[in-house]
């Protein structure tokens, strides 16, 4: 999911769109955008992309000069409008609205835990849950309703949550998520991505620290910490996949460190063939970084068709098999009778793939020589990407060379962990402190078991 929120300016719901729009790589599941005037708030949200739920008309409905808003990548059980973000909570002495990026892993325990003390919960959503938890601590001041109930919760969350005169932007102990702090004018803005930043003017300031709660309101930015930060854990499939490559995320370079990851993998895998070519958009980068290493040509062999959404998000299996191929096509002139490296950022169910060996061959490719900027995915994600139960994931079930085989090509080889962290690491040698938990089965935080899980998700 994506993030923005904004505290102090005319154009508050107008910037928030903006935003959001940037943002819509994150999720194109659903929107929702609350405004505050000071007074009360005002919400309007749909299911579907930022441009089609958001008009003129709507939008000038959103009034005030602060506004958090939401755009929703929901995991398969999670779809529908219901669970659309900002979750809006009207009462007569505050109102709050709340939005979150990532998933908590006690949800289980935290959702009877809430129900066995009579609150009623109405979606499936994990937003919902930490907006309980903050007002069963009612007869506390917000701010310490906020931080006793994130210190209840575990599990990875970039939050957002706004009243009618205070916006709270929080980030998990072990920072799983990203979240920037920004500034328009004078006007504070927060997002998951920095390209969000660049689309409406702001300027980067810095980074959400883990464990940190920050207050914005008339007074300023003030800033708490909630639980002692950890070492960072920040998702590293952020950086091979997830963001867009012209973010800075924890002051990395997105398109510079699928760079590194191409040109690492060159060197941990190289293979002898007549051009490389990536899988648009998310590997083009990895793609030129390996050409620039191994000295092989980078060429075009892959177009995308750009009026189609990515196909993992699809919330099923079917769907998503068509979109592989309503999406890709092979460039024959660059393809034909030649040995081709294709480079793609991650293989988590191999269904990419397989179509696009397949296609390439189809086009007159010789050889298809698969390469992957990351590491295998063995273990599934707790923290908010999809990347489904371990037996669909296809480097838990089979061996390298079971997978080159499945897949069609010729060879495969995987970037090493190692590699992906030596492209994480940055200029001055800072280690960013990624989470590698799904190539390496280590996760950061503690974690419950799915089937204790699964129920109510
Ligand atoms: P597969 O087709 O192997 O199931 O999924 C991997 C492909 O889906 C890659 O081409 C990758 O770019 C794309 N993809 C789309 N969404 C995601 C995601 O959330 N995680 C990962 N790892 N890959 C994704
Ligand atoms: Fe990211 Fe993988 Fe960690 Fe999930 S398990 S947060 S996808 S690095
Ligand atoms: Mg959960």
Same mark, same amino acid.
């Not at 007002?135 to 701010?143: D, Q, V």
């Not at 293989?347 to 061959?361: C, E, F």
């Given at each position: 999911?994506?993030?923005?929120?904004?505290?102090?300016?005319?154009?508050?719901?107008?910037?928030?769109?903006?935003?959001?729009?940037?943002?819509?790589?994150?999720?194109?599941?659903?929107?929702?955008?609350?405004?505050?005037?000071?007074?009360?708030?005002?919400?309007?949200?749909?299911?579907?992309?930022?441009?089609?739920?958001?008009?003129?008309?709507?939008?000038?409905?959103?009034?005030?000069?602060?506004?958090?808003?939401?755009?929703?990548?929901?995991?398969?059980?999670?779809?529908?409008?219901?669970?659309?973000?900002?979750?809006?909570?009207?009462?007569?002495?505050?109102?709050?609205?709340?939005?979150?990026?990532?998933?908590?892993?006690?949800?289980?325990?935290?959702?009877?835990?809430?129900?066995?003390?009579?609150?009623?919960?109405?979606?499936?959503?994990?937003?919902?849950?930490?907006?309980?938890?903050?007002?069963?601590?009612?007869?506390?001041?917000?701010?310490?309703?906020?931080?006793?109930?994130?210190?209840?919760?575990?599990?990875?969350?970039?939050?957002?949550?706004?009243?009618?005169?205070?916006?709270?932007?929080?980030?998990?102990?072990?920072?799983?998520?990203?979240?920037?702090?920004?500034?328009?004018?004078?006007?504070?803005?927060?997002?998951?991505?920095?390209?969000?930043?660049?689309?409406?003017?702001?300027?980067?300031?810095?980074?959400?620290?883990?464990?940190?709660?920050?207050?914005?309101?008339?007074?300023?930015?003030?800033?708490?910490?909630?639980?002692?930060?950890?070492?960072?854990?920040?998702?590293?499939?952020?950086?091979?996949?997830?963001?867009?490559?012209?973010?800075?995320?924890?002051?990395?370079?997105?398109?510079?460190?699928?760079?590194?990851?191409?040109?690492?993998?060159?060197?941990?895998?190289?293979?002898?063939?007549?051009?490389?070519?990536?899988?648009?958009?998310?590997?083009?980068?990895?793609?030129?970084?390996? =050409?620039?290493?191994?000295?092989?040509?980078? *060429?075009? @062999?892959?177009? #995308?068709?750009?009026?189609? !959404? +990515?196909?993992?998000? &699809?919330?099923?299996?079917?769907?998503?098999?068509?979109?592989?191929?309503?999406?890709?096509?092979?460039?024959?002139?660059?393809?034909?009778?030649?040995?081709?490296?294709?480079?793609?950022?991650?293989?988590?169910?191999?269904?990419?793939?397989?179509?696009?060996?397949?296609?390439?061959?189809?086009?007159?490719?010789?050889?298809?020589?698969?390469?992957?900027?990351?590491?295998?995915?063995?273990?599934?994600?707790?923290?908010?990407?999809?990347?489904?139960?371990?037996?669909?994931?296809?480097?838990?079930?089979?061996?390298?060379?079971?997978?080159?085989?499945?897949?069609?090509?010729?060879?495969?080889?995987?970037?090493?962990?190692?590699?992906?962290?030596? =492209?994480?690491?940055?200029?001055?040698?800072? *280690?960013? @402190?990624?989470? #590698?938990?799904?190539?390496? !089965? +280590?996760?950061?935080? &503690?974690?419950?078991?799915?089937?204790?899980?699964?129920?109510?998700?």
């Amino acid at each position: 999911c994506g993030l923005f929120a904004i505290f102090g300016h005319e154009r508050a719901a107008e910037l928030t769109f903006y935003g959001l729009h940037a943002l819509q790589h994150r999720g194109q599941q659903g929107a929702g955008i609350v405004t505050s005037n000071g007074e009360q708030l005002s919400i309007h949200k749909g299911v579907g992309l930022v441009n089609s739920i958001f008009n003129e008309q709507n939008l000038a409905t959103l009034k005030g000069t602060s506004a958090i808003g939401h755009v929703r990548y929901a995991t398969e059980e999670q779809s529908g409008f219901e669970n659309v973000q900002p979750l809006l909570f009207r009462s007569q002495i505050s109102s709050m609205a709340l939005a979150h990026n990532g998933e908590i892993v006690n949800d289980f325990a935290l959702r009877s835990q809430l129900e066995a003390q009579g609150s009623i919960l109405q979606t499936t959503s994990d937003t919902e849950i930490i907006a309980h938890l903050i007002k069963r601590g009612g007869y506390l001041a917000l701010e310490e309703a906020i931080k006793q109930a994130l210190g209840m919760v575990k599990g990875a969350y970039a939050f957002v949550l706004l009243t009618e005169d205070q916006l709270f932007v929080a980030l998990d102990p072990y920072g799983l998520r990203p979240l920037s702090i920004g500034k328009v004018d004078d006007a504070y803005v927060v997002a998951s991505e920095t390209c969000a930043f660049d689309l409406v003017g702001a300027e980067y300031v810095r980074e959400v620290k883990p464990g940190e709660l920050i207050v914005i309101d008339k007074n300023g930015l003030n800033s708490t910490m909630f639980a002692s930060p950890m070492q960072r854990a920040l998702c590293s499939m952020e950086y091979v996949y997830f963001s867009r490559p012209d973010s800075d995320l924890n002051g990395i370079n997105v398109h510079a460190s699928r760079k590194l990851m191409g040109k690492q993998l060159a060197k941990e895998a190289s293979i002898e063939a007549d051009v490389v070519t990536g899988v648009p958009d998310s590997s083009i980068s990895a793609a030129i970084g390996y =050409a620039e290493e191994s000295g092989i040509p980078y *060429e075009l @062999g892959l177009i #995308k068709n750009r009026y189609i !959404g +990515r196909t993992f998000i &699809e919330p099923n299996q079917s769907s998503r098999e068509e979109g592989v191929k309503m999406k890709l096509s092979p460039v024959r002139g660059i393809v034909n009778g030649k040995r081709v490296v294709m480079i793609d950022d991650s293989i988590v169910r191999g269904t990419t793939s397989m179509r696009i060996v397949r296609l390439l061959k189809e086009a007159g490719a010789t050889e298809v020589h698969v390469r992957i900027a990351s590491p295998p995915i063995k273990n599934p994600c707790f923290y908010g990407v999809d990347t489904t139960a371990s037996e669909d994931l296809l480097a838990s079930q089979y061996s390298i060379e079971e997978m080159a085989e499945k897949i069609g090509a010729d060879s495969l080889a995987f970037l090493s962990v190692e590699g992906l962290e030596n =492209a994480l690491v940055d200029e001055d040698s800072i *280690e960013t @402190g990624i989470c #590698k938990a799904c190539f390496t !089965g +280590r996760y950061p935080t &503690e974690i419950y078991p799915r089937e204790v899980n699964a129920n109510g998700k």
